[in-house]
């Protein structure tokens, strides 16, 4: 199948329907694409080929992506007889016995899973730079990040070795590989796919699990196939009038957006990435929508302070339950230092510290609600700077002293000390996807912008709770006005 790289997953499988492509040949066709790029990637951390080879050849069922070939992330739910490391040496050997639901819908649909991804220790930093798998490359320039946490992913979608890829987002690590690799997005409204069996929220009601694609109908698609409540889920949410593919090409009608530059959980934006949104801005202006500068209702240092109490809380317990999988007590030398520091802080947390983040967080829930009574569609970039160079997140020499230091002194005034350095670091280059996690609004990147250097900068558009359908009728205006599939990498299956 000569253009498999030039196909979305949509397109894949209606050639499967229609018996143009077998399975087996689209599955044989990724797994060389997948060897030919993971060399200059290290994207891939387990590979599932014999596994994937026999179910391609059925029966497969009917589903609405019989026989298209996608990689998983190492991590945002188990796969069944699979190894689950979320890179971390402590999980190595562990094998989970069943598919997390969101997983089994996957494979309910019809897709094969041909590989496991990279990304950074537990899914926490904005970059896939793992200490034990080695770090991920962006493959529009390999010296640059991919992105994070879903980084293996999004480079592997990005260059043409598979059409969709697994992730989750817990604080961006969707739309940040998705902006950082030139890919969509979509962050779904809270509750809308469950975790279900294993968990009924992350990191308290943070995290949502996705997928990262090149067309705006993949990701509709296939939020229809992942979305949907399970038994004994804490959140509900009103289910769509009508699948979310059938919003792809529809009306949104004339929208009021709110153009916001100003990095949110940061000091500064890059002149590229206020220019991405700017352009998006002029873009939707010629579509007929109604655009203006706005201000984000909410305070922003109080939400970066409750944005950590509530990550620093959910990896300490996410550290306790991996201890009672593998049956033996987490010790501080088999996690990088960054992860420790983050579990030193849950376990200095008081109840009252988590309970004044729960409330700063669900203040600013009825602050945005306010925000979307003006407009419908929030609009800003996706992250303040472009794909950082590998490395220039990591842990400066003197950071790494004072946290090796806190391992035997864990002292909480210390620790708010080196936590507030450590956050003003990592929030300056991904400081706006945050806020939609802590909300639980519906958020989306798309690739719109590249720079002078060649690398992609993604623009951000957040809905009201619930309103996954407008964001998807917008975005698909947007790919029709502005097509980006055709834009292809260095790093690319050929």
């Known amino acids: 199948m000569q253009d498999f790289i030039d196909c979305d997953a949509t397109e894949l499988a209606r050639r499967v329907r229609t018996g143009e492509v077998s399975p087996a040949e689209l599955v044989d066709r990724a797994i060389d694409a997948i060897e030919a790029v993971n060399p200059k990637l290290n994207a891939v951390v387990h590979r599932m080929y014999d596994k994937a080879r026999a179910r391609a050849r059925g029966p497969?069922?009917?589903?609405?992506?019989a026989g298209v070939p996608m990689a998983v992330k190492d991590f945002d739910g188990f796969v069944k007889d699979e190894p689950y490391t979320a890179s971390t040496r402590f999980l190595d050997g562990f094998v989970p016995d069943h598919d997390a639901t969101a997983i089994a819908r996957l494979r309910e649909a019809g897709l094969i899973f041909l590989a496991k991804t990279n990304l950074s220790e537990l899914a926490i930093l904005g970059t896939t730079e793992s200490e034990w798998r080695g770090p991920a490359h962006n493959p529009w320039n390999?010296?640059?990040?991919?992105?994070?946490?879903?980084?293996?992913?999004?480079?592997?979608v990005a260059a043409r070795a598979v059409p969709v890829a697994h992730g989750g987002d817990g604080g961006g690590s969707l739309r940040i590989p998705a902006s950082a690799c030139g890919l969509v997005g979509l962050k779904a409204t809270r509750g809308r796919i469950p975790l279900a069996p294993d968990h009924?929220?992350?990191?308290?009601?943070?995290?949502q699990w996705g997928v990262l694609t090149r067309s705006v109908r993949d990701t509709a698609a296939l939020l229809d196939v992942m979305a949907?409540?399970?038994?004994?889920?804490?959140?509900?949410?009103?289910?769509?009038?009508?699948?979310?593919?059938?919003?792809v090409g529809a009306d949104p009608g004339t929208l009021r957006v709110g153009l916001v530059t100003?990095?949110?959980?940061?000091?500064?934006?890059?002149?590229?990435?206020?220019?991405a949104a700017e352009r998006a801005a002029a873009l939707l202006r010629e579509l007929g929508h109604e655009v203006e500068e706005a201000t984000l209702p909410v305070d922003r240092d109080r939400l970066a302070l409750a944005y950590l109490v509530q990550v620093g809380v959910g990896v300490a317990a996410e550290i306790e339950e991996m201890g009672r999988w593998v049956g033996r007590r987490p010790t501080a030398d088999m996690f990088e230092m960054g992860t420790w520091f983050l579990r030193q802080v849950g376990m200095s947390m008081t109840a009252l510290d988590l309970q004044q983040a729960r409330d700063a967080v669900q203040e600013a829930g009825r602050q945005m609600a306010e925000f979307h009574q003006r407009y419908d569609l929030f609009l800003g970039p996706t992250l303040a700077h472009p794909p950082v160079r590998l490395g220039q997140l990591a842990l400066k020499p003197a950071e790494r002293v004072g946290l090796a230091a806190l391992r035997t002194m864990p002292l909480k005034p210390a620790i708010r000390q080196v936590l507030a350095r450590l956050a003003a670091n990592n929030f300056e280059y991904t400081p706006n996807t945050e806020l939609f996690n802590q909300t639980g609004q519906p958020a989306?990147?798309?690739?719109l912008h590249w720079s002078d250097a060649g690398l992609p900068i993604g623009v951000q558009l957040a809905a009201a709770m619930g309103r996954e359908d407008l964001l998807i009728r917008v975005a698909s205006q947007l790919e029709q006005a502005a097509p980006w599939i055709g834009r292809k990498p260095p790093v690319c299956a050929a």
């Open 60 to 65: 497969l069922g009917d589903g609405p992506f």
């Open 142 to 156: 390999p010296a640059h990040t991919p992105g994070g946490s879903s980084g293996g992913s999004a480079a592997l």
């Open 200 to 207: 009924g929220e992350g990191w308290g009601g943070y995290v």
């Open 228 to 247: 949907g409540p399970a038994p004994g889920d804490p959140y509900g949410v009103a289910p769509p009038a009508r699948p979310y593919a059938e919003e």
């Open 262 to 275: 100003r990095s949110i959980f940061g000091r500064e934006t890059a002149p590229d990435c206020r220019q």
């Open 444 to 447: 989306i990147s798309l690739p």
